[in-house]
């Protein structure tokens, strides 16, 4: 490499080198900063119950029986069904397209005792009790649907105090089918948390 041209170069190194040195301290560029601000909500903690002891009792207490229950029917396409607002369950249900041998519509539940209903609500395993009562009763169309609802208050254990609870049981027919619906809820009217806990077990329908 000849000389000139290396003394050019180290020129032009110290030229450009110069060019930056004059420019940040005379010159500086001030740097964009973009300050974000970041909201953050506050969630409070849920209040999570403590569960309670394997062996505590469920405990149900509801108003003493007036002993006016009433009968409920519901005639489908295929079914013709009788409730009763005593505990809010099925006394008998006919098939209207089969028959029993005398000809009479087939009956699909069998009564050891004419106290003895379908889907009764018992709380806990099976030594518990009925949950019977008298039950108020909204039978209404939803469509082409039937529907047959049954509620009643009733005090349960929380989680330190009873809880007053609504219970309801809602039947759905559809107008040509061999089902029925039942959604069964438990709702509690004061807002805390219901404990089901006996041994394990919550409840069953009988």
């Not at 028959?99 to 519509?105: H, I, N, S, V």
């Amino acid at each position: 490499m000849e000389k000139n041209t290396l003394v050019a170069i180290i020129l032009c190194v110290i030229v450009i080198s110069a060019g930056y040195f004059v420019q940040a301290i005379f010159f500086p560029v001030e740097d964009e900063v973009v300050k974000k601000q970041e909201t953050v909500e506050a969630v409070p903690a849920a209040e999570v119950p403590v569960p309670a002891d394997p062996a505590e009792t469920v405990e149900v207490s509801v108003a003493s029986d007036t002993g006016s229950y009433q009968d409920v029917d519901v005639e489908t396409d295929v079914f013709s069904a009788v409730f009763t607002t005593k505990g809010g369950s099925l006394k008998s249900i006919k098939l209207k397209q089969h028959t029993e041998k005398d000809g009479q519509p087939l009956e699909m539940i069998y009564r050891k005792t004419s106290d003895m209903n379908a889907f009764d609500l018992y709380f806990g395993n099976l030594n518990g009790q009925p949950l019977e009562g008298d039950f108020t009763c909204k039978k209404y169309n939803h469509g082409k649907d039937t529907i047959v609802e049954f509620s009643r208050d009733v005090d349960m254990l929380g989680y330190g105090n009873k809880v007053p609870v609504e219970v309801k049981k809602k039947y759905t027919f559809k107008p040509d089918e061999y089902m029925i619906e039942l959604a069964v809820e438990f709702t509690s009217k004061s807002g805390k948390a219901i404990n089901f806990n006996t041994n394990g077990f919550a409840y069953y329908l009988g």
